[in-house]
């Protein structure tokens, strides 16, 4: 008969927690990004009271507002998550066909061959949000690198930066931790 002798490792492989690494900011740190925010179409709601945290993931910072994902700064600006339906649909639609859906929740930039329709007007390096034409979804939200007139005419190259997509580091992270509360 042997005996198995067990190690520290053993013991922490099995009782390893993950907790999720969000800061909660103090009250002088969150009014200022909530000003911020505000500043920004779809945000305008964001009480300047309420429980503002942090998540870094890769080089971007996720913001939660009273425990609900928002939006993330990614070099200095603002990106809505794409959870985020309030601030969406105040933003500029590019539909998609749906064979260019695939390369879009890969990650791929939006090529002017599978656009179907741009609704609204916006510049250039604005954002966008990228929906299917079958189901409406939300895909991605990306910056646009043509004004709309000029990215309705075009007919062929990239038209559009992906920026956050369905799929992506910041999507998961944030589909796992509601996921993760929604269980109670």
């Avoid at 590019?94 to 390369?103: F, K």
């Avoid at 656009?115 to 954002?127: H, N």
Wanted: proline content about 4%; hydrophobic content about 40%.
């Amino acid at each position: 008969m042997s005996r198995r002798l067990y190690t520290f490792k053993d013991c922490r492989a099995q009782n390893e927690i993950d907790l999720p690494n969000k800061t909660i900011l103090k009250d002088r740190d969150s009014k200022p990004l909530i000003e911020d925010l505000n500043k920004t179409p779809g945000f305008e709601h964001l009480s300047r009271k309420s429980r503002v945290e942090t998540e870094m993931v890769k080089s971007s910072e996720v913001i939660y507002v009273d425990g609900v994902p928002v939006a993330f700064k990614r070099e200095g600006r603002f990106v809505p998550v794409l959870t985020n339906t309030v601030a969406l649909v105040k933003l500029p639609r590019i539909t998609v066909d749906m064979g260019a859906v695939p390369h879009v929740v890969g990650g791929a930039d939006i090529m002017a061959p599978g656009i179907r329709k741009v609704e609204g007007s916006f510049g250039v390096r604005e954002l966008v949000v990228i929906i299917d034409e079958k189901h409406g979804k939300f895909l991605s939200v990306g910056r646009s690198l043509l004004a709309s007139e000029a990215l309705a005419a075009t007919k062929k190259g990239k038209v559009i930066a992906n920026v956050h997509y369905v799929g992506d580091l910041i999507w998961e992270t944030i589909k796992s931790q509601v996921s993760s509360h929604s269980g109670s």
